[in-house]
């Protein structure tokens, strides 16, 4: 099993910056990357971007290209979403899941914290 913990979230105003943290524990090498997902209320989860381990490529999804990123700190096992120049629209429970080496699939999922962006 694989266990992730988000932290980090909160009130951030328009136009600010965030900071989220994903903590993995358990059976780490059984995942190939760490994903961001986001939820809002009455809306589709949204990728907001990812990390593979044996490169640390990282992919974002369209609505946060150019104006974030991820990083990760092997020794920690945590991986950081940044986000910069924040809208209302990013507003959200933001999820980090991790994908299974057997399936290539997100499998793995936090709990989320929620962000709100707003004025």
């Known amino acids: 099993q694989v266990y992730l913990v988000e932290s980090g979230g909160g009130w951030v105003q328009i136009g600010g910056s965030l900071r989220l943290s994903c903590a993995a524990s358990g059976r780490i090498l059984s995942t190939t990357a760490l994903g961001w997902f986001r939820q809002a209320p009455g809306l589709e989860r949204e990728f907001v971007g990812s990390?593979?381990?044996?490169?640390?490529?990282?992919y974002y999804g369209d609505s946060v290209k150019g104006r974030s990123s991820i990083s990760r700190d092997s020794a920690e096992n945590t991986v950081i979403l940044e986000i910069n120049r924040l809208k209302p629209e990013d507003t959200g429970v933001y999820l980090c899941a991790a994908t299974s080496t057997r399936s290539g699939l997100f499998e793995y999922w936090g709990q989320g914290t929620q962000v709100t962006v707003s004025s």
């Open positions: 990390i593979r381990w044996k490169d640390d490529n990282t």
